[in-house]
């Protein structure tokens, strides 16, 4: 059985209870109406024989066949007057004897109320026929429009049904073809209004837009990592091939060698930047992070080669905390510090500092160098992308990428600014620490 019909068949079993109570509690509160209705009716006029009795205004004699007898015969409320020992004095004659107890009673199909006054008793009586044929149709007309009204509602509710879960089942199918096609380029329509399935279908159609941009980043990932591979295998088999074809001197090996051993080096750096880079992604368990302690370590890693570089550091330390991994917090942070020594110029100062404000925390390098085109700044936070005053320096343009991976995955952005004056100034934007 499909979930649809079981939503509409637990529907109209929750509405067929209600309406069972419901009829029921109804029939009750309508039995209590009419029959109160009916004992108010013989009180009033049995307060009004009272009346009459104690202002001592007779009727004519009782008896059958008189006038006021016949007249009380042809009466739906039949009044019956008897002295202290219960014998009939006026109005008569009962049609169900002579009750010594005041008050209202069910005797047979007759409603009795039975009033004490001085001069004896009044009784009043009347068949509650009418009452028990009101219920018995209202009963019959409960009892035939339940189904009616149950089968309606099944209809109406597999409509309702089928409407409320069309989303589902669009997510059911786009999904299936995900899984044949493995292209999630389709998106689901988004449900009309602001319920819970319009909701469903934004956050199923935002996973899928992001899978889809991680699919192509790593696609474009592996083919530029083939292409940048590409190269130095090519140098490294050349190197050989070239050594093998026909004897060397030993200072032409240990030339080959050396050659070999340089490219291998600068594959073994890409590997480790690739594989740095696909990790970025997943960071470890976040823990409570300083940032100040971040910035202090990769500014250790990194004074020497500023040093070398005639450059100075100029470190401000201010606690800001932060949650994530503190070695991939470092390698970011030494990444825009490496960034900031490779294009500065030599004799410039690199500032890196800390700030923190009441929802966010900062890690800034601000460097001398020709900053980045505003063109270019999305362009190069890319993987294998470089800019043109990079050209002719080392490296495979993996340093900026990185940093934006490192930062996004832990639920900041990299902020690339150029300054007034020249220079670009970068930060890590993370989310303060709760």
């Known amino acids: 059985m499909s979930f649809r019909w079981r939503l509409t068949l637990t529907y109209a079993l929750l509405l067929g209870l209600t309406l069972l109570i419901a009829g029921a509690f109804s029939h009750a509160a309508l039995r209590h109406t009419l029959y109160a209705s009916l004992d108010e009716s013989l009180r009033v006029y049995a307060r009004k024989q009272a009346q009459i009795e104690a202002a001592e205004v007779k009727a004519l004699p009782p008896g059958p066949g008189t006038g006021l007898d016949e007249l009380n015969r042809q009466q739906p409320i039949r009044l019956t007057v008897y002295d202290p020992q219960g014998r009939e004095v006026d109005w008569g004659p009962s049609r169900v004897g002579f009750r010594a107890t005041a008050g209202t009673a069910q005797i047979g199909p007759e409603r009795v109320f039975t009033l004490r006054v001085p001069a004896g008793w009044i009784q009043a009586s009347q068949s509650d026929a009418a009452v028990r044929t009101s219920l018995r149709q209202i009963l019959r007309l409960e009892l035939l429009g339940l189904p009616l009204l149950l089968v309606l509602t099944l ?21 299936a073809r995900i899984a044949r096609s493995g292209r999630p380029g389709e998106r689901v329509p988004l449900a009309p209004g602001r319920d819970e399935l319009t909701r469903l279908t934004h956050t199923i159609n935002e996973m899928l837009s992001k899978l889809d941009a991680q699919l192509t980043r790593e696609r474009l990932f592996a083919h530029a990592s083939a292409h940048e591979l590409r190269t130095p295998i090519s140098v490294i088999r050349a190197a050989a091939s070239l050594a093998l074809e026909q004897p060397r001197t ?27 880079l696909a990790q970025a992604s997943r960071p470890a368990a976040p823990r409570a992070v300083n940032l100040a302690d971040v910035l202090l370590m990769a500014t250790e890693l990194h004074s ?42 030599p ?53 900026l990428a990185l940093v934006k991976a490192i930062v996004e995955a832990h639920g900041g952005h990299l902020e690339l600014v150029n300054q007034p004056r020249g220079g670009l100034r970068a930060a890590l934007v993370l989310p303060r620490e709760a």
């Open 304 to 345: 020497a080669d500023a040093q070398q570089h005639g450059m100075r550091l100029q470190v401000t330390l201010t606690d800001a905390g932060t949650s994530g991994d503190f070695s991939a917090l470092v390698l970011a942070a030494g990444n825009l510090i490496q960034n900031a020594i490779n294009y500065s110029p």
């Open 155 to 175: 209809g109406v509710g597999y409509v309702l049904a089928d409407r409320a879960l069309k989303p589902v089942n669009q997510v059911s199918d786009l999904a």
């Open 250 to 276: 030993p200072e032409q090996y240990r030339h080959t060698l050396s050659q070999v051993l340089d490219v291998s080096e600068d594959m073994s750096a890409l590997t480790h930047r690739l594989m740095g």
């Open 347 to 399: 004799g410039s100062t690199i500032d890196a500092f800390c700030q923190m404000d009441s929802q966010l925390v900062r890690l800034t390098v601000r460097d001398c160098g020709p900053g980045i085109p505003e063109a270019d700044m999305p362009r190069l936070t890319e993987a294998f992308q470089r800019g043109e005053q990079a050209q002719g320096r080392g490296g495979a343009g993996l340093g």
